[in-house]
C-alpha cells in the first residue's frame, strides 16, 4: 500500500476561523512533509518532520502549525489565514528524510484550501 | 547549490506523437532523480525514477535515462495519449539530510486526439 491520504478535499474558510488538515501513512515511513502548491507552480516547502521531530521549518509564518501526534499521522492547524494562503496543500511521506539517496515521496491527493 | 532545470511549456501535440521534455541537473554528487506526475486536481504521482548513472527508469510507456556525462534526464514516450495531459515535475533530493525534494518549475502537457 502506497497510498497516503489527506482529509478534507476541500476546505473554505474566513479569516477568523481555525480549521486542521489531516494527513496518514501507514507504509511505516519515518519522514513526513507539509507542501504548498499554488496553481501551475512546483511545490513548495513548509514543514518537515523526521521519527516525530519536526526538522526543517521553511520560515512558514505561525498562522501555521504542523503538529505530528505519531509515526502515521500529520495535521496543520490553520489559524487567521489570509486570501494570498489559498493554494492546495499537498502531504507527502517517505522512508527517511534528507540526502541524495533518499528514496522518493509519496504525496497524498491535497486539500484544496480557499480563504475568504 | 542543487538545482533542476526544466523546459517549459506548454508543450502541445497530437494523439501518438512522440514526446520529449527536458530535464538538467546540478547536484553535488550522484544523486537520485526523478519525474513526477500531477493529473489535474489532484496530487503528485511518483511517474518513474533512476538511482544511479545509467540507470533507465519507466513506468506507463515513459523513459527516462539518468546520463552522469551530461547531467541529464530527460522524459520521453513515445506515442502519447490524451490521458497523459498533465503537468510533469522533474526533481532530485536536495543534499542535506532532514530537508526534501528539489522540483523543476513543471512542463504542462495538452494532447489533443
Known amino acids: 500500500d502506497t497510498e497516503v491520504t489527506q482529509t478534507p478535499k476541500h476546505l473554505v474558510m474566513g479569516m477568523t476561523n481555525k480549521k486542521s488538515l489531516k494527513c496518514e501513512q501507514h507504509m511505516g515511513h519515518r519522514a513526513m512533509y507539509w507542501y504548498k502548491q499554488k496553481a501551475k507552480k512546483p511545490p513548495e516547502l513548509m514543514f518537515v518532520y523526521s521519527y516525530e521531530k519536526l526538522s526543517i521549518n521553511e520560515s512558514v509564518p505561525s498562522r501555521f502549525s504542523p503538529e505530528c501526534p505519531n509515526s502515521s499521522l500529520l495535521n496543520l492547524h490553520l489559524h487567521a489565514l489570509q486570501p494570498e494562503d489559498s493554494a492546495l496543500y499537498l502531504c507527502?511521506?517517505?522512508?527517511?528524510?534528507?540526502?541524495?539517496?533518499?528514496?522518493?515521496?509519496?504525496f497524498g491527493p491535497g486539500t484544496r484550501l480557499t480563504v475568504t | 547549490g542543487d538545482s533542476v532545470t526544466q523546459m517549459e511549456g506548454p508543450v502541445t501535440l497530437s494523439e501518438e506523437a512522440f514526446l520529449t521534455i527536458n530535464c538538467t541537473y546540478t547536484?553535488?554528487?550522484?544523486?537520485?532523480l526523478f519525474w513526477y506526475v500531477q493529473y489535474p486536481g489532484e496530487g503528485l504521482q511518483l511517474l518513474l525514477k533512476a538511482t544511479k548513472a545509467d540507470d533507465k527508469g519507466s513506468n506507463k510507456g515513459f523513459e527516462a535515462t539518468y546520463r552522469k556525462e551530461t547531467t541529464s534526464f530527460h522524459l520521453e514516450k513515445g506515442s502519447v495519449q490524451v490521458s497523459d495531459s498533465a503537468v510533469y515535475f522533474c526533481a532530485l533530493p536536495a543534499n542535506q539530510a532532514g530537508t526534501a525534494l528539489i522540483f523543476g518549475k513543471g512542463t504542462t502537457l495538452s494532447v489533443s486526439s
Open positions: 547536484a553535488t554528487g550522484y544523486p537520485s
Open positions: 507527502a511521506s517517505s522512508q527517511e528524510a534528507g540526502g541524495p539517496r533518499q528514496d522518493e515521496q509519496y
